[in-house]
């Protein structure tokens, strides 16, 4: 049976409603076009429905979708939807025509079109913390209060400060950004500072390139985040909490700050709330963006007005934002709390693995067919998240390794499919969870290269602070440059593993600490893929532009001159309609002819 | 006050409370390499040189706090390898023209390259002769420049040029800027290859083009 | 409005307080898409820290320029997801069909920069680059783009903003 809430959400109180993702990605993919396109289609069948905004579902690969539900008929979602596309689709929905629906919500009758629950990539799911994710509108607490929004706040309000500490110790959280640090411990030594000032926050900056878990959630239910913060605040004694977001994620900040000044005049923030003696209010932060910002105390030299983090200890714990002890929390670790108080601690134990309970958002991108963002319990297989929930590489490809962690995480071969996502078997393996980034690299992608794209990045993001992570990626940066162009030496991969492990040990903060992993992960697993660049000069990949040689197929050429003319060295030969030729003496392997043939005559070899 | 104990090297010592272990250290009777640490002005932890062991994890001794109960171990093999890779790393950004330095024999990089034995100072460090009186700049084909620092200059101190029985820097650019040096006060590069044979049967050949290349 | 007549304004807003230093650079630069010199030297007078201080935040965050930008600055995503299909590739055949050659990331008549960025989180449309003009008025996605597709957009965009009139910013 359909519970009540979510009846309400799905139909509406007109009965008839048409919910449309608007969020950063939706919105990139089309999703304003359409939501306009679907108002002019309703007035113009002159239907009464509404035409509702939701957040985001986390299924990127259906953007821009639309789900249509009317009473007495199946709610029916639409993917990658096209704004002249709507008015038929509505149309046809009215008349009881489901063609072209990717789904069902739930199934009325003898649908033939599968209802989400049979279909791996929802079915696989566990939506703890995203259940209000494209369900709800993120700018309505109306939507959020109705979904049981703020209830575990009163819950936690009517206990002792220390009877939360302890729900949240029960409960075994641990911090979703990162090393999966038990909450619990960081708010119980904050709660136990003698200091008339403390301060929470949320960490919103999300750097990792290809992590958008925390930006989806933040946007798509922004009162999950606050409430979370709320009571986070509140076991530790704080008057201030702060929401740190970049200013370039400006649809995140302003639902954030929507939501601190709708709480405001609900009465969730404020003095007294809720009719008890806790006084506390809270201001979203927009920072200027820097990766190192993800990390504690570098967020919080920016809230103060600097750069760079800083020698841990003394943690944030007992000296953090101006000297006051402060903890600081992620979006999704957040959004949990929230979530374990509205629903009871027993929901989340039952979840995950011994180690680590409930559940994580992971960000599936790269060599999939359905990038997207999924939340799975801890422990769910590697196997299981990419091929069956993500749906496995494009056709022709074969998925060679999952990236975890980001920038800070490691290279697993998918020969360990098996293997469990959870902190510990990560970071055995040379991963680690991180933000819960996972990008899965195929046949097509050179290790090496992947190695030094994340090395690229450390270097550009490192703040220069300590010589480690300064210097010592300038130099590892320039052995992968080395070996990539052909001019590597077996002693450079000693270097590069005995560097990368001074850096890992010597680097003063978390992030210049984890910057050499990805260097480390893929000579510990693919040191066969350095050894041939270095070696034979050959990249197996076929990726690494010096590596490579150009080369047209007289088969597939048809002579029409479009490589000749876009070569910058003219290294093509050949006259209109005659095969042509590469000179490889003269070419500088830019790779313009490859991109710019229309036949795929030029090759690579 | 409140005093903490603190083992160093299995030695205890009390130290008051908010402390840093390089204080234990110190107090204990042992040292550790310093550099970027300033006493009272400067305590970033920022060049991790002084890095040691506080039970088995690998931190600053000049910002890490001491704590009751910690052992603190300040040699290892591990912890030798950190610091001179730490070391090594800053020499290679470190722009040596020590011949042109006004810090010389007290130059601190100079003894901890000597403490951790790493190579890439030249003994124009420790050379006294300066400025008129330095013998490249007198146009002989010193080999100052080019060598291993650690033997206190003798020779130069007595005025006869370095011969380079130390054995030369193998750093690239050291010998581009030396050469530079040479240049710029007209030292014969015939001389200075000659002055190389003494003791240098085998210059690796990028070397000796960078020194030589472009003498007159 | 004059740049330090700006920061003074701003500083009287939000108070001489030195953890308001990124909001007030914020505000300055969402007035002349950059920060011209004059306000960082009154922003250090203002706020008494050091002009070399003042550059440290200036320069460490990303979001901040020191040089005045095109009419349309296009970024293309240099996310993980957008690397591994081929975003370097796309990033430098635009800017050779711009005539970028050096270290410049603005075309000579300021119509257009282009600049690497960072994940923009829209991963399923890789590569992405994302175009926005330099007023904040207009925001284009451009996703699953070839290097020949990439190029096109570069004259696209500088001939729109010729048509438009408007050429980046007044420097000053």
Redesign the interface.
């Known amino acids: 049976m359909l519970q009540d809430s979510l009846r309400r959400f799905i139909y509406g109180s007109k009965g008839f409603r048409i919910r449309i993702p608007i969020a950063s990605c939706s919105l990139a993919a089309g999703a304003g076009e359409v939501y306009q396109a679907a108002l002019k289609a309703v007035d113009r069948l002159g239907i009464d429905a509404e035409v509702y905004r939701v957040g985001c579902t986390g299924l990127c690969f259906m953007d821009p979708w639309v789900e249509i539900a009317k009473e007495g008929l199946p709610p029916a979602i639409y993917a990658n939807v096209k704004p002249d596309q709507v008015a038929t689709i509505i149309e046809r929905y009215v008349s009881g025509d489901l063609s072209g629906a990717v789904a069902v919500r739930f199934k009325q009758g003898g649908e033939r079109i599968p209802s989400l629950d049979e279909l791996d990539f929802w079915r696989l799911q566990v939506r703890f913390v995203s259940r209000n994710c494209g369900l709800v509108d993120p700018e309505s607490i109306e939507d959020y209060i109705a979904s049981g929004g703020y209830q575990g706040l009163r819950k936690a309000l009517s206990m002792r400060r220390d009877e939360v500490i302890e729900t949240i110790k029960r409960s075994g959280l641990r911090g979703r950004g990162g090393a999966g640090f038990p909450t619990w411990f960081k708010w119980r030594v904050a709660y136990e500072q003698e200091s008339d000032v403390k301060y929470v926050i949320c960490n919103g900056d999300e750097g990792d390139p290809g992590a958008f878990m925390n930006r989806l959630l933040a946007e798509s239910d922004p009162h999950r985040v606050l409430e979370g913060l709320i009571i986070a605040g509140y076991a530790i004694g704080a008057t201030k909490g702060f929401i740190f977001v970049r200013a370039e994620k400006p649809l995140m900040a302003d639902r954030l700050e929507k939501a601190v000044e709708d709480a405001r005049k609900a009465g969730f923030l404020g003095k007294g709330i809720l009719g008890t003696n806790f006084d506390f209010d809270v201001e979203v932060y927009r920072s200027a963006g820097a990766f190192v910002c993800g990390e504690e105390t570098a967020l919080i030299a920016a809230i103060e007005g600097r750069s760079r983090p800083r020698q841990r200890p003394p943690y944030p714990a007992t000296s953090g934002l101006w000297g006051k002890p402060t903890v600081i929390n992620n979006v999704e670790t957040l959004a949990h709390v929230a979530t374990i108080f509205q629903v009871g601690v027993e929901e989340f134990t039952k979840l995950g693995t011994e180690k680590s309970k409930g559940t994580k958002m992971f960000c599936v991108t790269g060599s999939v067919n359905r990038t997207g963002v999924y939340e799975v319990p801890i422990g769910t297989k590697i196997k299981t998240l990419v091929f069956d929930i993500a749906g496995g590489p494009p056709e022709g490809r074969k998925v060679k390794a999952v990236q975890v962690g980001g920038p800070s995480g490691g290279c697993i071969p998918i020969e360990l499919a098996d293997l469990e996502l959870d902190y510990e078997s990560l970071q055995s393996y040379g991963a680690i969870m991180g933000s819960g980034g996972l990008v899965v690299i195929d046949d097509g992608n050179c290790m090496v290269d992947v190695a030094k794209f994340f090395t690229g990045f450390t270097l550009a993001e490192s703040c220069g602070k300590c010589l480690p992570c300064r210097v010592g990626m300038k130099v590892l940066s320039e052995i992968l440059e080395k070996i990539t162009s052909g001019q590597g030496t077996l002693e450079d991969l000693d270097l590069a593993q005995e560097l990368g492990e001074s850096i890992a040990k010597t680097g003063l903060c978390a992030l210049g600490g984890t910057a050499p992993n990805p260097v480390l992960s893929t000579l510990r697993y693919y040191k066969h893929e350095y050894i041939e660049h270095v070696l034979n000069k050959r990249c197996p990949a076929k990726v690494c532009p010096k590596l490579v040689n150009y080369y047209i197929d007289p088969n597939l050429c048809r002579g029409c001159t479009q490589c000749a003319k876009v070569c910058p060295v003219g290294a093509i030969s050949g006259s209109p309609g005659k095969v042509h030729t590469v000179n490889t003496e003269v070419c500088v392997k830019c790779g313009q002819c490859f991109s710019i043939c229309p036949f795929g005559a030029v090759k690579k070899v | 006050m409140r005093v903490v104990k603190v083992y160093v090297n299995g030695v205890a010592v009390e130290v008051p409370e908010g402390a840093t272990v390089l204080n234990a250290i110190e107090k204990a009777g042992y040292s550790v390499p310093l550099l970027c640490y300033l006493d009272g002005l400067f305590n970033e932890a920022t060049c991790r040189v002084c890095v040691v062991l506080v039970n088995g994890r690998v931190v600053p001794a000049c910002r890490f706090p001491a704590s009751d109960g910690i052992k603190v171990t300040t040699e290892s093999d591990e912890l030798l390898r950190y610091r001179r890779t730490n070391l090594e790393l800053l020499l290679s950004t470190h722009r040596i023209e020590c011949w042109s330095c006004s810090r010389k024999s007290g130059c601190e990089l100079l003894a901890l390259s000597k403490q951790l034995g790493v190579e890439g100072i030249p003994v124009c460090a420790e050379c006294p002769l300066a400025g008129d009186s330095c013998l490249v700049a007198r146009g002989e084909p010193c080999l100052g420049p080019l060598t291993v620092a650690g033997c206190s200059a003798e020779c130069t101190r007595n005025g006869a040029p370095c011969t380079g029985c130390r054995g030369f820097i193998t750093r690239p650019e050291v010998w581009k800027s030396a050469a530079e040096f040479y240049r710029e006060h007209g030292v014969d590069g015939k001389k200075v290859e000659v002055a190389m044979r003494f003791f240098w049967a085998s210059v690796p050949d990028h070397l000796k083009k960078i020194a030589l290349g472009g003498a007159p | 409005m004059d740049p330090r007549k700006l920061v003074r304004e701003l500083v009287s807003r939000y108070g001489p ?7 007030i ?2 505000e300055v630069q969402k007035e002349y898409r950059y920060l011209p010199r004059e306000s960082l030297e009154e922003v250090s007078k203002e706020l008494g ?1 050091s002009l070399p201080e003042v550059l ?2 200036a320069t ?5 320029r020191l040089e005045p930008v095109g009419k349309y600055i296009a970024y293309v995503c ?4 957008c ?3 081929g975003s370097a ?1 796309v990033y ?2 635009m800017r ?1 069909a711009a005539g970028l050659n050096d270290g410049r990331s603005t075309t000579e008549d300021r119509t257009l920069t282009i600049e690497k960025a ?9 590569p ?1 680059v ?1 175009v926005v003009s330099s007023d904040g008025t207009e925001r284009y ?1 451009h ?1 699953r783009l ?3 597709e990439a190029r096109r957009l570069v004259s696209t965009y500088r001939s729109r903003a010729l048509r438009s009139g408007g050429v980046g910013v007044a420097s000053g």
């Open positions: 307080d030195r953890g308001r230093l990124i909001q650079l914020q820290v440290n935040v460490f965050y990303h979001q901040f240099f996310g993980t997801a690397y591994l299909k590739d430098e055949a050779r960072r994940c923009f989180g829209c991963c399923s449309l890789a992405v994302m996605v996703g070839t290097p020949s």
